[in-house]
């Protein structure tokens, strides 16, 4: 079946250093992939599509010079969260899917800002 | 807008069955989905059922969907401490597959 690989799975940094969050799709192309943002006990936020060779959509809310995001390649996204401080320590989960496949995810990437 | 609603929180005993139950308001949905969420870790697809399917049904899982009343449903059999878990409902909305969805079922098993 597909498979979606994110990584780091968890990291922790000091506030005001950048984090770079990957996520891979191992055995299928992706031209679109979505980053979601989890809290505790809550359901997924999407924060943006990430269109392969085009810039992201970002929904509403959500700072694009915060939460940069580069899908250079049909099987890799990024999204960079800039400048991190205590409020953006979440847990950060991507996914991919094909035209002919339901949408996959990645084990996701904790994320702590000290 | 569009929108998934699910009853946040189950609680059944091992071996029991469980059912767990989904709306949604976009008619024009064309795939419906179960993902199932483990303490820390991500999403696991479960299954899915276009929306032209009333029933489907897998090893121990059956959905059943009725677009009429836009009702969706995740039938568990025989549920195992295994089980234990978030489930998440969603619908596609439109062709670029964004998913709406609900804010999950905790599902609690009891041995």
């Known amino acids: 079946g597909a498979v979606v690989s994110q990584h780091p799975s968890w990291v922790i940094c000091k506030s005001g250093t950048s984090v770079k969050i990957e996520c891979r799709s191992l055995?299928?192309?992706?031209?679109?992939m979505f980053w979601y943002r989890q809290f505790p006990k809550q359901s997924l936020m999407l924060m943006a599509t990430?269109?392969?060779?085009?810039?992201?959509?970002?929904e509403q809310g959500v700072e694009k010079d915060k939460f940069l995001i580069n899908h250079a390649s049909l099987t890799l996204s990024t999204l960079t969260v800039t400048s991190a401080h205590p409020e953006d320590s979440s847990f950060y989960i991507c996914?991919?899917?094909?035209?002919?496949?339901?949408?996959?995810f990645g084990d996701g990437t904790r994320l702590s800002i000290l | 807008g569009e929108d998934v609603e699910q009853s946040l929180f189950l609680s059944v005993r091992e071996g029991d069955s469980s059912v767990i139950n989904c709306t949604y308001t976009d008619s024009s949905s064309t795939y419906l989905y179960w993902y199932k969420q483990e303490p820390g870790a991500g999403l696991q697809l479960l299954t899915y059922i276009f929306s032209n399917m009333d029933m489907k049904q897998d090893q121990r899982l059956t959905v059943l969907l009725n677009k009429k009343d836009k009702h969706l449903s995740l039938r568990i059999a025989d549920t195992q401490t295994g089980d234990s878990a978030i489930y998440f409902c969603a619908e596609n909305a439109g062709n670029n597959r964004k998913l709406i969805w609900g804010l999950g079922t905790s599902l609690a098993v009891n041995p």
């Open positions: 990430s269109n392969e060779g085009s810039k992201a959509t970002y």
């Open positions: 996914s991919a899917g094909d035209l002919s496949l339901p949408q996959h």
């Open positions: 055995d299928f192309q992706a031209t679109t």
